[in-house]
């Protein structure tokens, strides 16, 4: 039964459809259009997840050749990899977490200011588990274990789309929803650092090229464009025999290289098409919930719930976010810390994001440093972390978005005065 609930409350796709069902009942909608509302909001996610899937399977070919081009070796930040890990350990108390964590969220919707309903379902499974890791290492077990994780969880679930919310705001341009990703200290910081290097400055998104380059201010060809001279590049550095024996069954390591730059392009290309069709269902549905269950309630939706506002601060935001890696990369070692390689995927979608807030303070200088920071941040963090995680910490990876390594580090020098 446990298995059962978190399987259907780790799955945003589900656990949308079940709030915008909720949302569709409650305003005594038609049946047709309950039905209809509910399972195109789910296709709007499973067209967003379909969309990450092809992204990720790009970004990964890339990972590989990147790794071989330049003989990487050291901890990779990847939140599936360290959960998978972890739940083997502590499956059964990250359940509990989670599901009273989701609970509490309810329960500080309905009678806090801050009425924000997160619905980014294995993000919540994330931290539960971080939770649930620390709390362990720091000696804590059994009921205490769960009653202070899910409440700690709760309070995460509503605070953070709160912080966020005034940026969200001014991105885009209504107070519809909020953003519900635990990547939200980077986001706070990209916009923060925005605004003090950037204010006033023009957006990413008025970017003038001359009329030759018009097709540049398509974002799709733009990002595969950009793409392509990243694939090239490191393909040239990583060479044929490896590519062409390990990643591309034989097809020429150049074409290769293209041809993955034109899915990753489409892989966004889905996403934000999935995007665009979820946001524009849960919206209208949640009405049903903020009038009749939690006055003004708001969803708090995954990150790419944002890309279609700044397409650009996208691609801006992923390359700084990574450079930033690349730095960190070679000064973790010298200050003591585990080296931490850049993972592609933490820094496409919380250094796209961070560059969206940078670019909503301070225009183009804003995603620049902004998604930097993000960049920075998203690998010093988790090798701080990692003495935090006990066992964990010795598995090869490890959480990746900035707020699991805020949360754990707190949390485990909170659990070290006692």
């Given at each position: 039964m446990i298995q059962f609930l978190l399987d259907i409350l780790s799955d945003p796709a589900v656990l949308i459809g079940i709030f915008a069902l909720a949302g569709l009942l409650l305003q005594k909608?038609?049946?047709?259009?309950?039905?209809?509302?509910?399972?195109?909001?789910?296709?709007?996610?499973?067209?967003?997840?379909?969309?990450?899937?092809?992204?990720?399977?790009?970004?990964?070919?890339?990972?590989?050749?990147?790794?071989?081009?330049?003989?990487?070796?050291?901890?990779?930040?990847?939140?599936?990899?360290?959960?998978?890990?972890?739940?083997?350990?502590?499956?059964?108390?990250?359940?509990?977490?989670?599901?009273?964590?989701?609970?509490?969220?309810?329960?500080?919707?309905?009678?806090?200011?801050?009425?924000?309903?997160?619905?980014?379902?294995?993000?919540?499974?994330?931290?539960?588990?971080?939770?649930?890791?620390?709390?362990?290492?720091?000696?804590?077990?059994?009921?205490?274990?769960?009653?202070?994780?899910?409440?700690?969880?709760?309070?995460?679930?509503?605070?953070?789309?709160?912080?966020?919310?005034?940026?969200?705001?001014?991105?885009?341009?209504?107070?519809?929803?909020?953003?519900?990703?635990?990547?939200?200290?980077?986001?706070?910081?990209?916009?923060?650092v925005g605004k003090a290097f950037g204010k006033g400055g023009r957006s990413t998104e008025d970017i003038k090229v001359p009329d030759s380059l018009r097709f540049l201010r398509d974002t799709?060809?733009?990002?595969?464009?950009?793409?392509?001279?990243?694939?090239?590049?490191?393909?040239?550095?990583?060479?044929?025999?490896?590519?062409?024996?390990?990643?591309?069954?034989?097809?020429?390591?150049?074409?290769?290289?293209?041809?993955?730059?034109?899915?990753?392009?489409?892989?966004?290309?889905?996403?934000?098409?999935g995007v665009r069709l979820l946001i524009s269902e849960i919206v209208p549905a949640f009405k049903g919930i903020s009038d009749k269950l939690i006055p003004n309630a708001k969803p708090a939706l995954d990150c790419p719930a944002v890309f279609p506002f700044a397409p650009n601060a996208v691609v801006i935001g992923f390359m700084c976010s990574f450079l930033g890696g690349l730095m960190a990369m070679f000064i973790t070692p010298a200050l003591g810390l585990a080296v931490i390689v850049p993972g592609l995927i933490p820094h496409f979608f919380t250094g796209s994001t961070a560059g969206i807030y940078g670019n909503a303070t301070g225009g183009l200088r804003g995603a620049v440093v902004g998604s930097f920071v993000n960049g920075l941040l998203i690998s010093f963090l988790p090798a701080i972390l990692l003495n935090s995680l006990g066992a964990l910490g010795f598995a090869g990876t490890t959480f990746g978005d900035t707020d699991f390594g805020i949360v754990g580090i707190v949390l485990s020098v909170f659990l070290g005065r006692f």
């Amino acid at each position: 039964m446990i298995q059962f609930l978190l399987d259907i409350l780790s799955d945003p796709a589900v656990l949308i459809g079940i709030f915008a069902l909720a949302g569709l009942l409650l305003q005594k909608a038609k049946v047709s259009d309950v039905v209809g509302g509910t399972i195109k909001t789910i296709l709007g996610f499973v067209i967003l997840g379909a969309g990450a899937q092809i992204l990720v399977g790009s970004l990964d070919n890339f990972r590989q050749i990147f790794d071989h081009a330049f003989d990487l070796k050291g901890t990779i930040p990847n939140n599936e990899a360290i959960v998978a890990l972890a739940m083997k350990q502590f499956g059964t108390y990250t359940a509990y977490v989670m599901i009273l964590g989701m609970g509490v969220n309810l329960l500080l919707a309905r009678i806090t200011p801050l009425k924000y309903i997160f619905l980014t379902g294995h993000h919540t499974l994330f931290m539960a588990c971080l939770l649930v890791a620390v709390l362990s290492a720091g000696g804590m077990g059994g009921i205490a274990l769960v009653l202070s994780g899910g409440a700690l969880l709760g309070m995460l679930m509503v605070v953070m789309p709160a912080l966020a919310q005034p940026f969200t705001r001014k991105i885009t341009g209504n107070n519809s929803f909020a953003l519900g990703h635990f990547g939200t200290i980077g986001y706070l910081s990209a916009a923060l650092v925005g605004k003090a290097f950037g204010k006033g400055g023009r957006s990413t998104e008025d970017i003038k090229v001359p009329d030759s380059l018009r097709f540049l201010r398509d974002t799709s060809i733009s990002m595969a464009l950009t793409m392509g001279i990243l694939y090239i590049i490191v393909s040239l550095f990583a060479g044929p025999a490896f590519i062409e024996s390990t990643l591309s069954d034989g097809v020429n390591f150049l074409v290769f290289a293209i041809k993955q730059a034109l899915v990753f392009s489409a892989g966004v290309y889905i996403i934000l098409a999935g995007v665009r069709l979820l946001i524009s269902e849960i919206v209208p549905a949640f009405k049903g919930i903020s009038d009749k269950l939690i006055p003004n309630a708001k969803p708090a939706l995954d990150c790419p719930a944002v890309f279609p506002f700044a397409p650009n601060a996208v691609v801006i935001g992923f390359m700084c976010s990574f450079l930033g890696g690349l730095m960190a990369m070679f000064i973790t070692p010298a200050l003591g810390l585990a080296v931490i390689v850049p993972g592609l995927i933490p820094h496409f979608f919380t250094g796209s994001t961070a560059g969206i807030y940078g670019n909503a303070t301070g225009g183009l200088r804003g995603a620049v440093v902004g998604s930097f920071v993000n960049g920075l941040l998203i690998s010093f963090l988790p090798a701080i972390l990692l003495n935090s995680l006990g066992a964990l910490g010795f598995a090869g990876t490890t959480f990746g978005d900035t707020d699991f390594g805020i949360v754990g580090i707190v949390l485990s020098v909170f659990l070290g005065r006692f």
